[in-house]
Nanobody
């Protein structure tokens, strides 16, 4: 499975961005998808997850009520709608999927999100 993120950029605090993660390859084997982020000098943080089949979601407390994860299985694409962005949301955002056959975790290259004051 190959993953390509897009949609990052520079935005002012309080603004919005929508990230996309397009999957290709053996996408039929994907079971769950997630967005992570990593800020300079910090550990990678799980932001949100979504299951491919049911669309069940989970969020980190830091983004609840501001971010929305979604997926379009027909397009093999996952999204992260980010609203009310804060300075502390600045990070490289990476998409990740877990696929079977055998169970493997795949990662994208990441897209930079920078929130300015």
């Amino acid at each position: 499975v190959q993953l390509v993120e897009s949609g990052g950029g520079l935005v002012q605090a309080g603004g919005s961005l929508r990230l996309s993660c397009a999957a290709s390859g053996s996408t039929v084997n994907i079971r769950s998808m997630a967005w992570y982020r990593q800020a300079p000098g910090k550990q990678r943080e799980l932001v949100a997850t979504i299951t491919r089949l049911t669309g069940s979601t989970n969020y980190a407390d830091s983004v609840k009520g501001r971010f929305t994860i979604s997926r379009d299985n027909r397009k093999n694409t996952m999204y992260l709608q980010m609203n009310s962005l804060k300075l502390e949301d600045t990070a490289v955002y990476l998409c990740s999927v877990v696929a079977t056959g055998p169970m493997t975790n795949y990662w994208g290259q990441g897209t930079q999100v920078t929130v300015s004051s």
